[in-house]
C-alpha cells in the first residue's frame, strides 16, 4: 500500500473507508470488515452522524486485536456550526467520545463556511449563516492549532478549500494545513489545486471518488454522469482485469493523494483496498485526462446565501 509522508514521518495509507452516507446499522459491521481486510486508514466527520457506531467498532477492533490503535489513522472534520474558536476543543471532544478515542490522528475543518452555534441540523435561512468576516477561517484554525498543542490531535487540515482559500490561510498562520479533502476524480482532475498543493506541502485527500451514486435526490442532478459506467474506465478496467471501482481509486494513486471509497458491503470494502494492485500506465492516464470536464456531484450550491454572505464556494 503506497502512503503519504508527513513532514515528521508519519505515514498515512493512500486507500481509507469513507464513512459518508454509512448508515447506522451497517457502519460498525463495514467498519470492523474494512480493518479485517488490511485497511488502516478510516474517514470520518462529526456531521455523517455515525461517529458513535464507529467507535463501538473501534474499541471491538483494538479488544480483538484487529488493529491497534498506533497502527490506525483516524481523520475527522469539524462541523460548520463549531468555527468559533471556543466551540472548536468542545466539538472536538464530542467527537473523541464518540469514537472512543483519545486522539485523532488528522482534524479537518470540514468546510470554509460558519453557521450560528445553536443551529442543528442544515441552514433554512440566510440568518444561520455566519460570514467569515465574523468568523474568520484564521479564528477557527488557531483553535485548531491548540487543540493540537493539548495533543488531541496529530496533523491538522482542511475539507473544501480552493487555492485562493489556501493562500489566504496560509499567508495567516505559521503552521499551514497538511492536508486538503476535496472532491477528485476522472471528471474532475483539479490540476491547478493538485499542484498548489503539492508544491506547499499539502497532501489531497479525493472524496466521492466513485461519484457518491448514494447521495440523496436532493443533492443530485437529473442529468448526472456515471464514472463507474462510463466507456473509457470500463475499458481500462478490461485491460487491467480490475473492476471500474478499481480503476476509478487506482487514478488517485498514479497522483499521489489519498483517497476514501465509501461502502458497507463487505465485498466492495475488499474490492476497494485490492485497488492498491492496480497500477495505471501514462497511457490509461493520458485516456483518463480527456474525461475532465470540471464536473462537481458535490457543488457546494447548498451554502451559497442570497444575502451575498457565500456564494461561488470553490472560487471559480
Ligand atoms: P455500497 O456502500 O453499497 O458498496 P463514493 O465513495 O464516491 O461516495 O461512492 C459510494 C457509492 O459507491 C455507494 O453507493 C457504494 O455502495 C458504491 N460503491 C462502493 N464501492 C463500490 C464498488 N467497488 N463498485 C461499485 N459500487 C461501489
Known amino acids: 500500500m503506497k502512503t503519504l509522508r508527513f513532514t515528521n514521518e508519519d505515514e498515512l495509507d493512500t486507500i481509507g473507508l469513507g464513512t459518508w452516507k454509512s448508515d447506522s446499522g451497517k457502519v460498525e459491521d463495514a467498519v470492523i470488515s474494512a480493518l479485517k481486510s488490511g485497511y488502516k486508514h478510516i474517514d470520518c466527520a462529526a456531521v455523517y452522524g455515525n461517529e458513535a457506531e464507529i467507535g463501538k467498532a473501534f474499541q471491538k477492533a483494538f479488544k480483538e486485536n484487529i488493529i491497534s490503535r498506533e497502527n490506525l ?3 475527522s472534520k469539524l462541523w460548520n456550526n463549531a468555527h468559533k474558536s471556543e466551540d472548536v476543543i468542545p466539538a472536538l471532544k464530542q467527537t473523541l467520545k464518540d469514537l472512543q478515542l483519545d486522539y485523532l490522528d ?3 475543518i470540514h468546510w470554509p463556511v460558519a453557521f450560528r452555534p445553536d443551529l442543528e441540523g442544515f441552514p433554512q435561512q440566510n440568518e ?5 468576516e465574523e468568523v474568520p477561517i484564521i479564528e477557527t484554525w488557531e483553535a485548531m492549532l491548540e487543540a493540537k498543542k493539548l495533543g488531541l490531535v496529530k496533523h491538522l487540515g482542511v475539507s473544501n478549500f480552493s487555492v485562493p482559500k489556501l493562500k489566504d490561510l496560509i499567508a495567516k498562520t505559521d503552521d499551514a494545513p497538511e492536508m486538503n479533502q476535496v472532491e477528485l476524480h476522472p471528471f474532475l482532475h483539479q490540476d491547478e489545486l493538485l499542484k498548489f498543493c503539492h508544491t506547499n506541502n499539502i497532501h489531497l485527500t479525493a ?3 466513485l461519484g457518491s451514486g448514494d447521495r440523496s435526490s ?3 442532478a437529473d442529468d448526472e454522469p456515471s464514472l463507474l459506467d462510463n466507456e473509457v ?3 481500462i478496467a478490461s485491460q487491467h482485469d480490475a473492476t471500474p471501482a478499481q480503476i476509478l481509486i487506482a487514478f488517485h494513486l498514479h ?3 489519498a483517497v476514501i471509497p465509501k461502502s458497507t458491503n463487505p465485498k466492495r470494502i475488499k474490492e476497494n483496498l485490492d485497488s492498491a494492485k492496480v497500477v495505471l500506465t501514462d497511457e490509461d492516464m493520458q485516456q483518463i485526462k480527456t474525461l475532465d470536464k470540471h464536473y ?3 457543488n457546494g450550491k447548498f451554502f451559497e446565501t442570497s444575502d451575498g454572505k457565500y456564494s461561488n464556494i470553490f472560487d471559480e
Open 106 to 108: 488528522l482534524y479537518l
Open 73 to 75: 489513522w483516524v481523520t
Open 128 to 132: 444561520d449563516f455566519l460570514s467569515l
Open 218 to 220: 436532493e443533492m443530485k
Open 255 to 257: 497522483r499521489h493523494t
Open 296 to 298: 462537481r456531484y458535490v
Open 207 to 209: 472524496y466521492s471518488p
Open 233 to 235: 474506465v470500463k475499458s
